[in-house]
């Protein structure tokens, strides 16, 4: 059941900044040519660009919310610390970055119950917010909501309301809103798109923010907040601040979509910066 959105003052909209931290090999789309077995023996570059994204985010006055992957976590605990210590949200990416419709609901939920707890762990913050790797809680896995809500977590940001050929719910609500079931309720964060006739298009940021016109997100994000009076959910990797990351042999696909603008998203991270107001996920949905 889906109740109603959240609506917030003119001129005055918080947006959501999130990272979901995790390296340069770990990604959906590289799943055909990196076994999870070799994670451990390639050359790891998440301190560094997620140190870089810290940086930044500083220099700004902002922040944001880490969805940081368990398995990172796992090897690099004085990373989650430095996030938790700089007054940024943490929050789950999952452990193992496995799709969530891969996977059975047991399975699942081991997942987001060893990074809650991790995380948790090493940084003495509650975990209340989940992003699924690759947006993959979908119309095959709406029951990891449930999931979700049994676990403890107050509000979810997996489900993007546009057509993609690994994610997406077309028509799911496109803001903020109340999910309720019998488990009981959360607060689900979908990221941002615009709506033109009966087609949504991402403006969230990853990909779209890099290999799309700059113009694109800031017009995007312009219309969310004055005419639609609503956050922008905006996301990023770390290796997408880092052009000099070793290349893997993917799909020419999996190329383009991972390897396009690298050198382009800071310095357009740094004009959105400028020229929006930012805060975690759960302060701009207020949950
Ligand atoms: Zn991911």
């Known amino acids: 059941m889906v109740n109603s959105s959240f609506a917030a003052a003119p001129n005055s909209i918080l947006n959501a900044m999130s990272v979901d931290v995790e390296d340069y090999f770990q990604v959906s789309a590289f799943d055909d040519v990196v076994d999870r ?55 789950s990416h999952g452990y193992h970055h496995r799709l969530v419709y891969t996977q059975t ?8 119950r060893r990074s809650k707890r991790l995380i948790e762990d090493l940084s003495g913050q509650a975990v209340r917010g989940y992003r699924a790797p690759s947006y ?27 057509r993609h050929d690994r994610y ?29 006739g009966a087609t949504n298009f991402p403006i969230a940021g990853g990909g779209y923010f890099r290999i799309l016109p700059y113009w694109w997100t800031r017009w995007g994000i312009s219309r969310l907040n ?17 052009p000099e990351q070793p290349r893997l042999p993917a799909s020419r696909l999996s190329r ?28 701009a949905i207020k949950c």
Not at 141 to 150: F, G, K, P, Y
């Open 37 to 91: 077995r070799d994670w451990e023996k390639l050359p790891s570059r998440v301190v560094q660009n997620t140190s870089r994204l810290l940086d930044l985010f500083d220099e700004f006055g902002v922040r944001a919310t880490f969805f940081v992957l368990g398995w990172v976590a796992d090897r690099f605990p004085e990373l989650v610390k430095r996030i938790s210590l700089a007054g940024h949200e943490l929050a």
């Open 105 to 112: 609901p047991d399975e699942f939920r081991e997942d987001v």
């Open 136 to 162: 993959s809680i979908t119309r095959e896995s709406l029951w990891a909501l449930d999931v979700l809500i049994e676990e403890g977590y107050a509000y979810d940001a997996s489900i993007f309301p546009i």
């Open 168 to 196: 997406g719910i077309p028509d799911a609500p496109r803001h903020p809103h109340q999910r309720s079931s019998a488990s009981g309720q959360l607060t689900e964060a979908p990221p941002s798109t615009v709506r033109m």
């Open 226 to 242: 004055h005419r639609e009076r609503q956050p922008a959910i905006f996301y990023l990797h770390p290796w997408e601040v880092d």
């Open 256 to 283: 383009f979509r991972h390897y396009r603008n690298l050198d382009k998203t800071e310095p357009r991270l740094r004009a959105l910066l400028s020229e929006f107001r930012f805060d975690s996920v759960a302060e």
